[in-house]
């Protein structure tokens, strides 16, 4: 089972970082990945108020690419592209990486699971986020923050990741979550991408569950119970979308933290529903028993 600490930093902890780092000349490099799908733009928040020497990353423009419509709201960058961001956010190689919003980390997860993709171990999500460091006590600060370039080298490959084809084909042989608010999963509701339901087979599992009330993770004990209701065991595989590859990344880092080994759909239900040849699904459905592998 993955150690919380191999994927998670507590406020407190991250403040005796950034003070043992000044001390010895080690680097943390802090991305503020302040986001949502209300509200894309997190730079005004970020500038009013965030965490010191934190640097902000822009989820719409340097952790997806522009596509066309029928690779999703948010298809994965180049990795070129990406790596020049990452060092243009100061990171370098071997460095240690802390990540957070205030969105009990639903939208910095896709800049954790994007830099873990890419080959960065030492990536860690600030446990309950932004709200955390504040209940803690800890100083905020306001502007902009400039750091010098890095030169960290990224390459893509190091976690697993689902075609839309495999997508498609996965409930026959494995467990296919959807992150999204339940009646999205549904088809009651659909804000954003052009047809409502969820792509077959796949079943209910809305990363909001995987946080307790002050927004920090669950413990690995109860996201075990939590995913091994919705069949997920050792035995089988399991992959994790939601609408835009956005908010399947916590997912994914909560299927870690209780042990599994998930791949993730980036294109998720916003390049499924563009395809009118992808049949959609409504309603609720009940998990399978699948044969051990």
């Known amino acids: ?88 956010w100061g990171i370098d190689d071997g460095d240690t990486v802390v990540v957070y919003d205030d969105l009990s980390n639903m939208s910095a997860a896709r800049a954790w699971w994007l830099l873990r993709h890419a080959g960065v171990d030492g990536v860690r999500m600030l446990d309950g986020g932004l709200r955390a460091w504040r209940e ?16 960290v080298a990224l390459e893509y490959g190091y976690l697993p990741v689902i075609s839309i084809d495999e997508a498609g084909e996965y409930p026959r042989h494995g467990v296919l979550l959807d992150a999204r608010a339940a009646e999205r999963y549904r088809g009651e509701v659909e804000p954003v991408d052009p047809r409502a339901g969820h ?8 990363t909001a569950s995987n946080v307790g009330d002050d927004g920090r993770f669950l413990d690995a004990p109860a996201l075990r119970d939590r995913f091994g209701a919705l069949g997920v065991t050792n035995d089988v595989d399991v992959a994790t979308y939601c609408g835009s590859g956005v908010t399947a990344a916590h997912n994914a880092a909560a299927l870690m933290l209780a042990g599994f080994a998930p791949a993730l759909y980036p294109g998720s239900w916003s390049q499924w529903s563009q395809h009118a040849d992808r049949p959609a699904a409504t309603g609720e459905e009940a998990p399978r028993v699948l044969p051990a592998e």
Not at 21 to 35: F, N, P, Q, T
Not at 199 to 206: D, M, Q, R, T
């Open 199 to 206: 792509i077959p087979g796949a079943l209910s599992s809305p």
């Open 1 to 88: 089972m993955t150690d919380r600490s191999d994927l998670l930093i507590t406020a407190d902890e991250l403040a005796a970082a950034v003070a043992a780092g000044a001390d010895s000349g080690r680097s943390i490099r802090i991305l503020d990945v302040r986001w949502r799908l209300d509200v894309p733009n997190g730079r005004p928040d970020y500038e009013a108020a965030h965490i010191p020497g934190a640097v902000y990353v822009d989820l719409e423009r340097q952790l997806a690419k522009i596509g066309a419509p029928q690779e999703g709201r948010h298809p994965l960058p180049s990795v070129e592209q990406f790596q020049a961001d990452a060092r243009s």
């Open 136 to 151: 803690s006590g800890h100083p905020l600060e306001a502007g902009d923050v400039a750091v010098p370039p890095g030169s």
